[in-house]
Nanobody
Framework: QVQLVESGGGLVQAGGSLRLTCAASGNIVSIGTMNWYRQAPGNQREFVASITNSLNTNYADSVKGRFTISRDKAKNTVYLQMNSVEPEDTAVYSC?????????????????WGQGTQVTVSS
C-alpha cells in the first residue's frame, strides 16, 4: 500500500517562515503531480500549490510570491516553503499526489491524501 505523511506544521508568528514536508512511501512505481491543499475551520478545502513530474509549478493567487513548492523525486517527497506567513494562512495543510503503485496482482494509479498538518499563524 501507499501512504503520504506530512510534517513540519506548527505555530509561527505572522511574517515568519515554515517548511512543510510530505513523504510518500510504499510500493510506488511513479508519482505524477503533487499538490498542497489547505482547509481552515468553517471553510472548504482550497488549492495551494502544485508541481508536476516535469517540475512545472502552479500557485493559488493568495500565496503567490510567498510560498514555494518543490520536490525531491529520489525521495518521493514534496515540500512547501512558506514565507511571510499571515494569520489567514492558518489551516490544516494536506498533500495530495497522483501515484502509480504495484498492488498484489496489478498496477494501479490513483490519488492519495496525507492526514494533514496544522499550521497556526499568530498575529
Amino acid at each position: 500500500q501507499v501512504q503520504l505523511v506530512e510534517s513540519g506544521g506548527g505555530l509561527v508568528q505572522a511574517g515568519g517562515s515554515l517548511r512543510l514536508t510530505c513523504a510518500a512511501s510504499g510500493n510506488i512505481v511513479s508519482i505524477g503531480t503533487m499538490n498542497w491543499y489547505r482547509q481552515a475551520p468553517g471553510n472548504q478545502r482550497e488549492f495551494v500549490a502544485s508541481i508536476t513530474n516535469s517540475l512545472n509549478t502552479n500557485y493559488a493567487d493568495s500565496v503567490k510570491g510567498r510560498f514555494t513548492i518543490s520536490r525531491d523525486k529520489a525521495k518521493n517527497t514534496v515540500y512547501l516553503q512558506m514565507n511571510s506567513v499571515e494569520p489567514e494562512d492558518t489551516a490544516v495543510y494536506s498533500c495530495n499526489a497522483d501515484i502509480l503503485y504495484r498492488g498484489p496482482t496489478s498496477y494501479t494509479r490513483r490519488d492519495f491524501w496525507g492526514q494533514g498538518t496544522q499550521v497556526t499563524v499568530s498575529s
